[in-house]
């Protein structure tokens, strides 16, 4: 069936330093979606990417969708204590979302 | 407030019995998803409804059934024939099934089984 992977699985940084986390799917996506859970939480939506290539920003959080849309990125710069929490991506598939399995941020003030 | 609510938020019952989790939606979406969460797999889909009075399998529907009579409500019940029960499920609603909406998400139920 339809996957979708991220990369890495966990990640500790310092506080003020930066974060990436990638996200590849086994097939050609309609869209992209970015969610973000808060421990103990529920994830909630942060932004969807439609276009071949595009590229958003959102203050300190740039997410990018891949030419071929099949993968698709989340960079944060200068990380806060704030950002803690794990990021999910999920891919537009035929009447559902396919969720990938997320990446842990940790950050160390 | 408009949203979409889960009960209760912790669950705790004996092997072998059956349960129903709560999910309630008053944001007039038409799509309904449950979904299991565990440690580190992220989450996986067990059923979802495009619409009311319809539903369909997602990847881990075995030991799991669900209905939708009603527009606002989707219910899951966890059978005794699920063979890992305790988990974090989430249910979670969309405008439409088309996917190109954003999902909201209840608060959770986190169900434990002994």
């Known amino acids: 069936g339809q996957q979708v992977m991220q990369i890495p699985q966990y990640q500790h940084v310092q506080e003020g330093e930066d974060f990436t986390t990638y996200c590849n799917s086994s097939t050609t996506l309609s869209n992209i979606q970015w969610y973000k859970q808060r421990p103990g939480g529920h994830p909630v939506f942060l932004i969807q990417l439609v276009k071949s290539g595009e590229v958003k920003k959102q203050k300190r959080l740039t997410f990018q969708f891949g030419e071929a849309k099949k993968n698709s990125s989340l960079h944060i710069t200068a990380t806060q204590t704030t950002d803690v929490g794990t990021y999910f991506c999920a891919g537009g598939a035929t009447n559902k979302l396919i969720f990938g399995t997320g990446t842990l941020l940790a950050v160390q003030p | 407030d408009g949203g979409i609510t889960q009960s209760p938020k912790y669950l705790f019952r004996k092997e072998g019995q059956n349960v129903t989790l709560s999910c309630e939606q008053n944001l007039n979406h038409d799509a309904m998803y449950w979904y299991r969460q565990d440690p580190g797999q992220g989450l996986r889909l067990i059923y979802y409804s495009q619409i009311v009075n319809d539903f369909q399998k997602g990847d881990i529907a075995e030991g799991y059934s669900v209905s939708r009579e009603k527009k606002e409500s989707f219910p899951l019940t966890v059978t005794s024939a699920q063979k890992n029960p305790t988990a974090f499920y989430l249910c979670?609603?969309?405008?439409?099934?088309?996917?190109?909406?954003?999902?909201?998400f209840g608060q959770g139920t986190r169900l434990t089984v002994v």
């Open positions: 979670a609603s969309m405008r439409t099934a088309t996917s190109n909406t954003e999902a909201f």
